[in-house]
Structure formats: C-alpha cells, structure tokens
C-alpha cells in the first residue's frame, strides 16, 4: 500500500530521480533498521523521504501530487501522528520537544498533498502516513503557519498543471540553534530554512521547474502576518543553489528545466559542449552541480555579494 514516490509520475518522457547524498552527506545517511539492508529510502503513500542520522529528521521528503484525484478527508480524521517503527523510536525526534512550546511539528511533504487517490478511505490512511515524525521538522509557529503556509497553498491551488513533482526539506548550516527542554535532553537542531522544489509538464509539454528557498529567520518568525507581503517569485531560486546549500545532487533535469541561472555551468551549456571544454580547458573544475570556471565565480560573485551572505549568516545565527 505505501507506493512512495515515483520518478515516471510525470510520464515515461520526464523521469525526475530522488536526490542523492553529496559525498560529504553519504556517511550521515541512516539506514533503517526497518528495511532492507542497502535501502536507505523510506516509502509512505504517495511519497518518500531519506533520514539523517545526526539531525533525527528528514534530509528530503518526496511527492507526487494529483490535484484531480484529490480527497476530502474526514473532519478531525486523517491526523494521527506515529513513530515509524521502520526508522526505529532513536532515529526521529518524537513529540516530546513539541509539547506546549511554540515549536510545530512542520510536515516536508504536507499532509493535504498526499490525500489523493481511488478513494475517501485511502486518502484518510494517506493523510496519517503524512503524519509520521519522520516527515516533520521544527518549525516555529508563526512560521510554518505563515511564511511557510504560502508555498505549500501554491502547491494546493497550482494553476499550470494538474500533476507535481514535489521535493521538499531542510537546511542546516553551522551556524544553526539546538532545542531542548531540560539539561540532559537530546539537542534537536532548528533548521535555519526550508527549501521545495515543484516539477510539472507544461501547456507546450516540456518539464519545467520552480525551486524556492525560506529561511526560518527572525523576520519569519516575529510575527505570523508575513505572509500577506510575500511575493512568491522573489522566493524563487536555481536548483545549483539549493544544492549548494543542502548538499544534496538533484536529478539533471531540475537543473536544466529552472529557468533562473546561477553561473555559467551546464544550466547554460548542452552535455557536448560540457564535455568538450572539460577535454580543451583543464583549469576547469568538476563540482557537484556542474562546471565553474574563473568567469563563472566571479559572476556568481556580482551576483551574490559577499556582504550580503554575511548577513544571512547573522540573521540565522541568533540563539
């Protein structure tokens, strides 16, 4: 029954593949002592997610989505949060930390996103795997009900297609707060923001891609009244970023299929021609997300100045 995330959700012609741990993220992955040995990718209905053995949380969680198959679940039902036994009770933080503070238990992969299917009763079973401590990560309350609120109601009410690809998760930086509630309790780490990456086949029947990026700041969690002054295309990012910031390495379609640009890299360039400068210019550097060069940083440079990283740092730095 818990089908998971499918990569030809999209069709046979747009198969977009799970991200993979970068090599500095690799010995982080847990294994689920629940599966298989080798399987590291958790299944739920209509979506999937692999786990960090460090954070206790998701490093990505994965959806398809169908808006014409959607469900209306029950009031009050569809809302039963569990400890996947799967994952094992030490690998995922419970609801202890969440209990009267202002922390929510912040679903990757909302609960309305997923309520899909032939029937009321398999989205109401749909509606509680969403429901799964694996797939929540501390958000505060002002900003999972407002900030973060926005881009999960663009997922809800999308206009340009009726079928999604939705890749949702965590950042964590090192400049990141720890949580507890007594002396000894395990530290859980606040992610310093969240990042969701929607796929679709559009009206000309090419892949395209929209990545976003919100940074659980103080601005975002001051109040809840944020959201009525968001502009969600000022939240939209390239998908080389998101990979630079989470260390995740995404299918090669997300990249090619973003129309934002971040550097002169293989999101400019045809496989050929990335190949062939490799073989004719070997001060070229192979990264994670493609080919940067001199001319490629100090764009990415004028682009994003070093000033302002800076202050990024400084807002998700407080404690």
């Known amino acids: 029954m818990r089908n998971g995330y499918k990569v030809d959700f999209l069709g046979g012609n747009y198969k ?20 298989p040995e080798n399987e590291f990718v958790v299944p739920y209905i209509n979506y999937s997610l692999l ?3 460090s954070t206790k949380q998701a490093l990505y969680s994965a959806a398809n989505v169908n808006l014409n198959m959607m469900q209306k679940v029950p009031s009050k039902k569809g809302r039963n949060w569990f400890i996947d036994g799967r994952v094992g009770a030490k690998n995922q ?21 997923v309520t899909w299917g032939k029937d009321t009763d398999y989205a109401t079973k749909a509606s509680n795997d969403s429901c799964a401590y694996t797939n929540a990560c501390m958000q505060h309350k002002n900003f999972n009900e407002d900030d973060w609120r926005a881009i999960e109601m663009l997922v809800s009410s999308f206009k340009d297609a009726d079928k999604l690809n939705v890749l949702t998760g965590p950042v964590f930086t090192r400049a990141d707060r720890y949580y507890t509630r007594e002396f000894e309790d395990f530290p859980v780490r606040v992610p310093a923001a969240f990042w969701k990456i929607l796929s679709y086949v559009g009206e000309d029947q090419t892949l395209k891609t929209q990545a976003y990026i919100f940074f659980q700041d103080l601005p975002s969690i001051r109040n809840a009244k944020g959201r009525g002054r968001i502009r969600l295309k000022d939240m939209q990012v390239t998908t080389t970023e998101i990979s630079f ?3 995740l390495e995404f299918d090669r379609v997300l990249f090619e299929s ?3 640009k971040f550097y002169s890299g ?9 190949n062939a400068l490799l073989k004719k210019h070997a001060i070229l550097v192979e990264l994670d997300a493609g080919i940067a060069g001199a001319q490629s940083v100090d764009q990415a440079r004028e682009k994003f100045p070093l000033e302002d990283f800076y202050e990024i740092i400084a807002e998700v730095s407080w404690v």
């Open 266 to 274: 293989p999101e400019l360039i045809s496989i050929k021609k990335r």
């Open 51 to 53: 786990m960090s053995r």
């Open 16 to 35: 977009i593949e799970l991200p993979q741990p970068g090599l500095a993220l690799q010995a982080d992955v847990l294994q689920p002592p629940g599966l």
């Open 93 to 113: 933080i419970p609801n202890y930390p969440y209990q009267g503070t202002l922390w929510d238990r912040g679903h990757l992969t909302r609960r309305t996103a």
């Open 245 to 247: 910031w989470t260390g």
């Open 258 to 260: 973003n129309p934002l």
